[in-house]
């Protein structure tokens, strides 16, 4: 199961420290897969890949704006949030989730493109059409009719917008195609996941001018108020989370349940046994330095199982099919 929370407006930092608590609960195994919805103030962040650069303000206008700036450990560059943004910060066990041939484990890059995928099911469901362009993690508008790359990620879609541009579907990289809606960007530690994806609703789009967005100088940001025909009739953003967490659902094939606030989620996890290393009365929650257990190459059993172990020890018996 997935269970997602939207805690309104968060200021950046504590939505740092809220995760760091969330990752060491699920490291230990105190709480399922969870996704937070949030929006916060105007903050710049910038990746582990990042080019100071790309900020294109002085840390002086930056403050006369209100603008903080964090560094931080997700992948890719500078990234902007702000008000009328959807964040969705995934706090997901990659163990526990299969990909969509259901054969192997989850990876980061399959995890990223099922993230993806969500959103371009979130954009078809209020008659955007979005998709990819190869190369280039997010989501995109304003994409020429795109030609199959691969159906490894391809589902069923709500519209035929959607459906049009799946994620199985890749636009190949031509000169400042696309208009970009949503970005991504994760970390991923001892298997679990954080960061995550930006998506622009009502975005004053004006503040991306402070960067070059995710270091791309040649294509356009935009949003969602900016590419649906009737702009006045947009959900609010607690509305647009609760259909991102059924997307997400969806395409991680997962039930999903609305955790109503944080002390709920945290009673739920202290209802479950805690790890005797597992310190929860500290105040800070650094990755936890308890054994997590190493998993084997992906399709290699732990043991011998028990059905194969018989077969080896009678070999002229006839099995039946």
């Known amino acids: 199961m997935i269970q997602y929370l939207y805690l309104g407006r968060v200021d950046y930092a504590e939505a740092l420290r809220l995760q760091q608590e969330l990752i060491a609960l699920r490291t230990a195994g105190r709480i399922g897969n969870v996704l937070l919805l949030l929006e916060h103030p105007p903050v710049l962040t910038l990746g582990r890949n990042a080019n100071r650069s790309n900020i294109l303000a002085s840390d002086e206008l930056l403050a006369a704006r209100g603008v903080t700036l964090h560094q931080i450990n997700r992948g890719g560059d500078v990234t902007y949030h702000g008000p009328g943004q959807l964040i969705g910060y995934p706090i997901f066990d990659l163990r526990s989730l299969r990909n969509p041939s259901g054969h192997n484990r989850l990876g980061p890059v399959d995890f990223v493109r099922l993230m993806e995928e ?29 030609h199959p790359a691969s159906d490894e990620f391809a589902c069923e879609t709500p519209s035929a917008s959607s459906a049009l541009l799946s994620a199985g579907q890749c636009e190949a990289p031509t000169q400042s195609a696309g208009r970009k809606i949503a ?27 402070l960067i ?34 059924c ?75």
Do not use: M, Y
Not at 125 to 134: F, K, M, T
Not at 226 to 242: D, F, G, M, T, Y
Not at 297 to 318: F, V, W
């Open 212 to 245: 070059n967005p995710c270091g791309i100088t040649d294509r356009a940001v935009t949003s969602l108020e900016r590419e649906v025909a009737e702009a006045k009739n947009l959900p609010s953003l607690e509305i647009l989370a609760e259909r991102a967490a």
């Open 247 to 321: 997307e997400f659902g969806f395409v991680f094939k997962e039930p999903v349940a609305l955790v109503e606030s944080l002390a709920a989620l945290r009673a739920l996890a202290d209802a479950v046994p805690e790890s005797p290393a597992f310190n929860s009365s500290a105040s800070e929650f650094p990755a936890p330095d308890f054994p997590v257990p190493v998993f084997p190459a992906q399709g290699t059993p732990l043991e011998i199982p028990p059905e194969i172990e018989r077969l080896r020890r009678s070999k002229d018996r006839p099995v039946s099919a």
């Open 118 to 146: 969500a959103l371009i099911r979130l954009c078809g469901e209020l008659g955007v059409p979005a998709g990819r362009i190869c190369g280039l993690t997010g989501v995109w508008c304003g994409l020429p009719e795109p």
């Open 183 to 209: 970005a991504i960007g994760i970390h991923v530690a001892r298997g679990v996941t954080s960061h995550g994806f930006a998506f622009n609703a009502t975005t004053d789009l004006r503040d991306f001018t």
